[in-house]
């Protein structure tokens, strides 16, 4: 399993924590996620787990892509630290 693919799994695994069911990794996160506080929370782990702090861009609902589209800016971030 390269990087960005364990940056998925680990994505959907922090997903399913916090009720989130991703069976499309190419699919919007967008229609996964219900409401705000959903979204904020997801986010939080997201930044826990990976011991990062998202860009302000990707604290809109409306700017989020993909699993895969997520795990790529999150594998970017962590390489540029």
């Known amino acids: 399993m390269n990087s960005l693919q364990i ?3 680990e994505l959907v695994e922090i997903a399913e924590e916090n009720g989130i069911l991703i069976d499309d990794f190419e699919m919007s996160i ?3 996620i219900p ?3 959903t979204f904020i929370t ?3 782990a997201i930044e826990e787990k990976f011991d990062i702090e ?3 861009d990707f604290l ?3 700017k989020f892509g993909s699993i895969k ?3 790529t800016v999150i594998n970017d971030i962590r390489t540029s630290k």
């Open 60 to 62: 809109l609902i409306e």
């Open 35 to 37: 409401d705000s506080i």
């Open 69 to 71: 589209e997520l795990a």
């Open 54 to 56: 998202m860009p302000d």
């Open 7 to 9: 940056i998925e799994s």
């Open 30 to 32: 967008m229609e996964y």
């Open 42 to 44: 997801f986010i939080v």
